[in-house]
């Protein structure tokens, strides 16, 4: 199989969030994968990892914040946001932030429009959990231009995770490949010494080679 072929896919980027209301914690993630999938009543999916924690409790608490990021956005949110776990760290700390009903997202400096939803079904997809969130508002907050993946790649320069369901490995020559156990950023050939995670800061002990 090509999966090379799935590169051909246009996608956009956005923050989707929660908030863990017994422990009055935020989260929030970094995702390509949203989709509008119905109109009248209208429906969208998103893809989380298990693994992410922002997963976690929107399953426990079946409401999300799903925002467009602009082109605009600094790319420091981008890092932060795709390649740090809510579990150890307030991303929204810091930030200028819109709450809606009780749910942080990015300001318009970061963010064109968010889009409120109620969790209706949950598809286990393996290694990710399929949400499909009724949408209850929606609401544009700049003109900025949506940010879309191809930009985050080729203009931004943005990092790849393995965590999003998107992940192919993009190189024809096949290098030895190293992931980052802590922020799933992706390496391509031999970590040097003294290396560190340009995402997360760890040192080279925290990659591990992808078999
Ligand atoms: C460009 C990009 C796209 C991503 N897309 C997804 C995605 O669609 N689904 C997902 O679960 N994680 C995706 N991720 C990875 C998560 O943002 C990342 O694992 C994050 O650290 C999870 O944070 P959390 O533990 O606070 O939920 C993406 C990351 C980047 C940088």
């Known amino acids: ?104 997202t990015l300001d318009d400096a970061a963010i064109c429009s968010y889009i409120e939803c109620e969790v209706s079904q949950i598809i286990d997809v393996g290694s990710h959990d399929l949400f499909i969130g009724k949408v209850v508002s929606t609401k544009k907050v700049s003109s900025k231009k949506p940010m879309s993946y191809k930009y985050y790649y080729e203009v931004i320069k943005g990092g790849v995770s393995i965590k999003a369901p998107t992940y192919v490995e993009d190189r024809e020559i096949k290098e030895e490949i190293y992931v980052c156990d802590v922020c799933g950023y992706v390496h391509y050939g031999k970590i040097p010494d003294d290396f560190k995670c340009p995402m997360c800061g760890v040192d080279a002990s925290h990659f591990k080679k992808k078999e």
């Not at 246009?10 to 017994?22: A, Q, R, W």
């Not at 422990?23 to 929030?28: E, H, L, N, Y």
């Not at 993630?29 to 119905?38: A, D, E, G, K």
């Open 1 to 104: 199989m090509d999966k090379n072929v799935f590169k051909d896919i246009s996608y956009g980027l956005y923050i989707v969030s929660s908030i863990d209301k017994e422990k009055d914690q935020d989260v929030g993630c970094v995702i390509n994968t949203l989709n509008q999938l119905t109109s009248t009543n209208p429906l969208v999916a998103i893809c989380l990892n298990k693994e992410n924690y922002t997963n976690e409790i929107i399953k426990k608490e079946k409401r999300f914040v799903v925002s467009i990021l602009s082109e605009e956005v600094n790319p420091d949110i981008i890092k932060k946001f795709g390649f740090s776990s809510s579990k150890a760290k307030d991303k929204f700390a810091g930030e200028k932030v819109i709450d809606v009903n009780g749910i942080k």
